[in-house]
């Protein structure tokens, strides 16, 4: 099934990479991998696959019943050139279709240099678009700019970004767990037709909601790909979308009154921070080893916070510390597997603290469509962020009748692996919409169920971000090409061990780059040299990454997963993944 081709690996960021790069040796990696530097000559790539009809025919094509169970059609089948196409130069017969009963999908198929690969894409947030114009984490990569993958991705099964849809079991299921399903099965389906062969590889991409598409295709049809990019996932949806949401926004809102805190705040708070925690180059390398109180720049009774001698109120330092502590009961266990780390106050504006304290926060927002209309058997419209309550009862009755159709965070990927799928997830440390926390406690998870941190990474290794934001953005270095790393994983078995990660200025020239490491590996500056520079850095294991614990109300385990589907006029759920 998979076949050996050359693809250029991810660069590791030191001098003894460079130096491979420039002679044409292997780099040993710290964890026992290697990764070629050199460029293979043209006859060890794969040849280029043309297409086997014209463009104009895709849209009369009859697939109805190519793929038992679902139903589709192709609605529009029409040339896309080359200036127009936002993933790379190259032209593209642009398919749009539909998957029953309306999950509206497109498809890029390239017209030239096509390689046999095929990429889906995820979305973000509640979905409802449809966007193939670009693909998360994979800046730089050349097979993708040249015409070497079919790309295709699709609206989740509804066509508005708000909770609405979820009134309906059907859309809530295809949201849930079915659509991505469904589209790798059309998508390849239409390749096969239009190529006159199979695609020889398939790739997911996301990042957050795509994030956790990701991961429920691994876990619940852990042959739809070969490699799959997990990005920030929002993959313990139902707790993310509810507690940890609406902790924030009450720990800001205190009270249901003003904001506590507002964006003007937060680049003196982050000073105190980065100080607190030690930072060097403007960055916490590691925060989950921070442990900084914001009560030390708490307000003298009777001093006022200025510019020039910044200072928190007690409501202030109740609001942080509330927010560094994530969503918990009155005893201090956790709702959710998370909490925001220090270093991350820059990236809360709009989504955690607000630019005026009656201003609504992305979180406010956020929260009001999960209650109002995603985890109730009927809409709650009157319900808000106020609403939620942090105790072990009001933890099962939301997570219990909702966790098994929206929730990704089975452990357990033995068939993943076995069909021989890799699995690079990435988090930033500053992401301000989902705590990297939660998805360092999946992953730990992950080991403990596959057998250990030697056996997960044979298949699957986590990156972490310093000063990243929520799938990009924020203070430390963000563009990264990690689909190159996982083609060279799955078509040449060479893990990555490491991800070079780059900052560019408007004018597209390279600012800063680091190197980003395995977990529970950091990048530290061992060399003292440049902060900004790659090679300054080395892996140093994490000890608060490796000893990381969570006591919380959920657990990530197996056999939560259900299923729906319509049996004689009524929808009936039972257990399982498909």
Same mark, same amino acid.
């Given at each position: 099934?998979r076949?050996?081709?050359?693809?250029?690996?991810?660069?590791?960021?030191?001098?003894?990479?460079?130096?491979a790069?420039?002679?044409?040796?292997?780099?040993?990696?710290?964890?026992?991998?290697?990764? $070629?530097?050199?460029?293979?000559?043209?006859?060890?790539?794969?040849?280029?696959? %043309?297409?086997?009809m014209a463009?104009?025919?895709?849209?009369?094509l009859?697939?109805?019943?190519?793929?038992?169970?679902v139903?589709?059609?192709?609605?529009?089948?029409?040339?896309?050139?080359?200036?127009?196409?936002?993933?790379?130069?190259?032209?593209?017969?642009?398919?749009?279709?539909?998957?029953a009963?309306?999950?509206?999908?497109?498809?890029?198929?390239?017209?030239?240099?096509?390689?046999?690969?095929?990429?889906q894409?995820?979305?973000?947030?509640?979905?409802?678009?449809?966007?193939?114009? +670009?693909?998360?984490a994979?800046?730089?990569?050349?097979?993708?700019?040249?015409?070497?993958?079919?790309?295709?991705?699709?609206?989740?099964?509804?066509?508005?970004?708000?909770?609405?849809?979820?009134?309906?079991?059907?859309?809530?299921?295809?949201?849930?767990?079915?659509?991505?399903?469904?589209?790798?099965?059309?998508?390849?389906?239409?390749?096969?037709?239009?190529y006159?062969?199979?695609?020889?590889?398939?790739?997911?991409?996301?990042?957050?909601?795509?994030?956790?598409?990701g991961?429920?295709?691994?876990?619940?049809?852990?042959?739809?790909?070969?490699?799959?990019?997990?990005?920030?996932?929002?993959? $313990?949806?139902?707790?993310? $979308?509810?507690?940890?949401?609406?902790?924030?926004?009450?720990?800001?809102?205190?009270?249901?009154?003003?904001?506590?805190?507002?964006?003007a705040?937060?680049?003196?708070?982050?000073?105190?921070?980065l100080?607190?925690?030690?930072?060097?180059?403007?960055?916490?390398?590691?925060?989950l080893?921070?442990?900084?109180?914001?009560?030390?720049?708490?307000?003298?009774?009777?001093?006022?916070?200025?510019?020039?001698?910044?200072?928190?109120?007690?409501?202030?330092?109740?609001?942080?510390?509330?927010?560094?502590?994530?969503?918990?009961?009155?005893?201090?266990?956790?709702?959710?597997?998370?909490?925001?780390?220090?270093? +991350?106050?820059?990236?809360?504006?709009?989504?955690?603290?607000?630019?005026?304290?009656?201003?609504?926060?992305?979180?406010? $927002?956020?929260?009001?469509?999960?209650?109002?209309?995603?985890?109730?058997?009927s809409?709650?419209?009157? &319900?808000?962020?106020?609403?939620?309550?942090?105790?072990? %009862?009001?933890?099962?009755?939301?997570?219990?009748p909702?966790?098994?159709?929206?929730?990704?965070?089975?452990?357990?990927?033995? %068939?993943?692996?076995?069909?021989?799928?890799?699995?690079?997830?990435?988090?930033?440390?500053?992401?301000?919409?989902?705590?990297?926390?939660?998805?360092?406690?999946?992953?730990?998870?992950?080991?403990?169920?596959?057998?250990?941190?030697?056996?997960?990474?044979?298949?699957?290794?986590?990156?972490?971000?310093?000063?990243?934001a929520?799938?990009?953005?924020?203070?430390?270095?963000?563009?990264?090409?990690?689909?190159?790393?996982?083609?060279?994983?799955?078509?040449?078995?060479?893990?990555?061990?490491?991800? &070079?990660?780059?900052?560019?200025?408007?004018?597209?020239?390279?600012t800063?780059?680091?190197?980003?490491?395995?977990?529970?590996?950091?990048?530290?500056?061992?060399?003292?040299?440049?902060?900004?520079?790659?090679?300054?850095?080395?892996?140093?294991?994490?000890a608060?990454?490796?000893?990381l614990?969570?006591?919380?109300?959920g657990?990530?385990?197996?056999?939560?997963?259900?299923?729906?589907?319509?049996?004689?006029?009524?929808?009936?759920?039972?257990?399982g993944?498909?």
């Amino acid at each position: 099934m998979r076949g050996h081709r050359w693809k250029p690996a991810a660069l590791i960021p030191t001098f003894a990479a460079l130096v491979a790069l420039a002679t044409g040796t292997s780099v040993a990696l710290a964890d026992g991998g290697t990764e $070629n530097r050199a460029a293979a000559p043209a006859s060890a790539r794969a040849s280029h696959v %043309a297409p086997a009809m014209a463009c104009a025919d895709v849209a009369s094509l009859d697939l109805a019943a190519a793929v038992p169970g679902v139903p589709f059609a192709i609605g529009s089948a029409t040339e896309l050139a080359a200036g127009s196409n936002t993933l790379g130069d190259w032209a593209a017969c642009l398919v749009k279709g539909v998957i029953a009963p309306q999950i509206h999908f497109e498809m890029r198929l390239p017209t030239t240099g096509w390689q046999a690969d095929y990429l889906q894409l995820g979305c973000g947030g509640l979905c409802g678009n449809v966007s193939t114009g +670009s693909a998360p984490a994979s800046d730089g990569c050349v097979p993708l700019t040249t015409g070497a993958f079919a790309v295709a991705s699709s609206d989740e099964g509804h066509s508005q970004g708000g909770g609405l849809f979820s009134t309906d079991p059907t859309l809530r299921a295809d949201f849930g767990y079915k659509s991505d399903h469904q589209l790798a099965q059309a998508a390849k389906e239409i390749i096969k037709k239009f190529y006159g062969q199979p695609a020889a590889h398939s790739y997911f991409d996301g990042c957050s909601q795509g994030g956790h598409q990701g991961l429920t295709e691994a876990q619940r049809y852990p042959e739809d790909f070969d490699g799959i990019i997990a990005g920030a996932p929002a993959n $313990n949806f139902t707790a993310l $979308n509810t507690f940890s949401h609406a902790w924030t926004a009450q720990s800001v809102f205190l009270d249901g009154g003003p904001a506590t805190l507002t964006t003007a705040d937060l680049e003196p708070l982050h000073t105190a921070a980065l100080a607190g925690c030690g930072a060097t180059g403007g960055i916490i390398a590691d925060p989950l080893g921070c442990s900084w109180d914001p009560a030390v720049i708490r307000c003298a009774a009777g001093q006022a916070s200025t510019a020039a001698h910044f200072c928190l109120t007690a409501d202030q330092v109740t609001t942080v510390r509330r927010i560094y502590a994530g969503p918990t009961d009155k005893h201090g266990t956790l709702l959710y597997p998370g909490y925001q780390l220090r270093g +991350s106050e820059l990236n809360w504006a709009g989504v955690i603290v607000p630019r005026t304290p009656t201003t609504p926060t992305g979180d406010v $927002n956020f929260v009001k469509d999960t209650i109002r209309y995603q985890v109730f058997d009927s809409p709650q419209p009157r &319900l808000t962020y106020k609403d939620v309550t942090f105790t072990e %009862a009001y933890y099962k009755k939301i997570m219990r009748p909702n966790e098994g159709v929206y929730d990704a965070t089975d452990p357990d990927l033995r %068939a993943f692996e076995a069909a021989g799928g890799k699995l690079i997830l990435w988090h930033g440390l500053g992401d301000q919409h989902i705590p990297a926390v939660g998805t360092m406690a999946y992953y730990k998870a992950v080991q403990k169920a596959m057998g250990g941190e030697e056996a997960t990474k044979s298949f699957a290794r986590l990156f972490l971000l310093p000063g990243v934001a929520h799938c990009g953005g924020g203070q430390g270095p963000d563009s990264f090409d990690a689909l190159t790393a996982l083609t060279t994983w799955v078509g040449e078995g060479k893990a990555p061990g490491s991800l &070079l990660t780059t900052s560019a200025d408007s004018g597209g020239h390279t600012t800063a780059s680091r190197p980003a490491y395995p977990f529970p590996y950091v990048a530290v500056n061992t060399t003292g040299g440049p902060a900004d520079e790659a090679g300054s850095y080395t892996p140093v294991r994490s000890a608060a990454e490796d000893g990381l614990t969570l006591d919380w109300f959920g657990s990530f385990r197996s056999g939560y997963e259900t299923v729906g589907n319509w049996v004689d006029g009524r929808w009936v759920v039972t257990r399982g993944k498909a």
